[in-house]
């Protein structure tokens, strides 16, 4: 009935409408899906992850013979999904121990594991030196006493973060380049750090590291942030985070090769050739992977019409949180025109998963597809009103395999003493 290109960029690649008009993932019925695992449930294409972590990699070899592309655990801290990525090539970054836990788990060297935090405890330092992480981005001055104190005898390789004081048009809440950030030294106070980094026997500069926001659909302040810090000397390493944006709705998202080329070609422009180029995408590799399924409970209308699903902040809080814009659809009727409400089932006014959406006549018991949830929905779900959090199936070729089950009742107790 419909061929792949009329889906949105938002479904995962190879994703369909079949001859009955039902959403095909992986070449699994959305329907089949919604019946043998039930909803809400988190449906990730395996065939999207390795292909999108493929591209990353390929865009960047063909810029630079020097680069590692590190998967940003938190945009999908699943260890199925962690482990296709390091199959495919990968490295990645954590920010705490239980990060770290789950990197080894899926089976990454540690050398090309980073370890991030602004406030990472003695006990996440202790976690990193013992499993021989790569590289440490130290963040503030009492970090760098604890892991000097922690090291001694090792030469730990670290990276310094420095906010370059360059922010990209993305939300307040990711936005993390600005000199006003939680995150990292000020280009005036990263000096000092860096000549007591220098002179240190524990701890060896590798290079810098920067993030300068998430979600961001414009190029040039990536190259903007790489000036800013040039005036902080030469190294070997520079590792400039990640931030690509996703097509959530209407987004123009720029070409991944047009991202590549501005970070790695701003790199040798500034600091010459051979640097190590390290990117760390997190939602730019499993945003688009993934839909989530919900079946509707409730259509109600007054003011508006108010279509109440099975899930909610729950296991998608990017709404609520930062007013993160998603489409959806009924999964065997695309393509509505009734202006609804997607609402979530909690006590929660501000529990909306998607404000202003056209379905097509929706009524109790539909199935509803959210497209794009493989980036912080999985990360941040919890059990809000007693909630069990969804199970994570992959989908491939037709067949469908659970990789995290859905939590019980008695799950919700079980660190009940």
């Not at 329907?31 to 909803?39: I, M, Q, S, V």
């Not at 390929?58 to 482990?83: G, I, N, Q």
């Not at 539909?366 to 779900?381: C, K, R, S």
Request: proline share 4%; net charge negative; with cysteine.
């Amino acid at each position: 009935m419909a061929a792949v290109q009329q889906l949105s960029a938002a479904y995962p690649l190879g994703s369909r409408l079949n001859e009955a008009g039902a959403l095909e993932i992986g070449g699994c019925d959305a329907r089949e899906l919604a019946r043998e695992f039930g909803t809400p449930c988190y449906v990730v294409a395996e065939d999207d992850l390795r292909a999108r972590a493929r591209a990353f990699r390929d865009a960047f070899r063909a810029r630079t013979d020097r680069f590692d592309v590190l998967f940003a655990t938190k945009a999908f801290p699943c260890t199925a999904v962690m482990r296709v990525l390091r199959e495919e090539g990968l490295g990645c970054d954590v920010a705490s121990a239980g990060e770290l836990h789950l990197a080894l788990r899926a089976g990454f060297d540690p050398a090309r594991i980073v370890l991030h935090g602004n406030a990472k405890s003695e006990a996440e330092l202790r976690a990193a030196l013992g499993a021989g992480v790569g590289h440490v981005v130290l963040d503030n001055d009492d970090e760098i006493d604890r892991l000097e104190r922690l090291a001694a005898g090792r030469a730990q390789r670290v990276l310094l973060r420095v906010t370059p004081g360059v922010r990209g048009r993305t939300h307040d809440f990711i936005s993390t380049g600005q000199a006003d950030s939680k995150f990292g030294f000020s280009i005036a106070d990263a000096r000092a750090a860096i000549e007591r980094l220098r002179g240190s026997d524990a701890l060896a500069l590798a290079g810098l590291h920067m993030h300068i926001g998430s979600q961001l659909l414009e190029l040039a302040p990536f190259r903007t942030a790489v000036e800013a810090i040039a005036e902080l000397g030469d190294f070997d390493a520079y590792n400039l985070g990640g931030g690509l944006g996703v097509a959530y709705t209407d987004e123009r998202v720029p070409p991944l090769e047009d991202y590549v080329a501005t970070k790695a070609d701003a790199v040798r422009d500034v600091f010459g050739p051979g640097k190590l180029v390290l990117d760390e995408p997190g939602r730019a590799l499993t945003a688009a992977s993934t839909v989530t399924l919900y079946t509707v409970e409730s259509v109600k209308r007054n003011v508006s019409t108010w279509v109440a699903v099975d899930g909610g902040m729950s296991d998608n809080l990017r709404p609520m949180l930062y007013g993160a814009r998603y489409e959806a659809q009924v999964a065997d009727r695309f393509g509505g025109a009734t202006p609804c409400r997607l609402a979530g089932k909690h006590c929660e006014s501000s529990d909306v998963l998607v404000d202003e959406v056209l379905l097509d006549d929706p009524r109790r018991g539909d199935l509803i597809v959210t497209p794009t949830t493989g980036a912080y929905g999985y990360a941040l779900a919890n059990n809000y009103n007693g909630v069990p959090r969804p199970p994570v199936v992959f989908v491939k070729d037709g067949d469908a395999r659970l990789v995290v089950r859905r939590e019980t009742l008695e799950d919700l107790v079980a660190r009940d003493l």
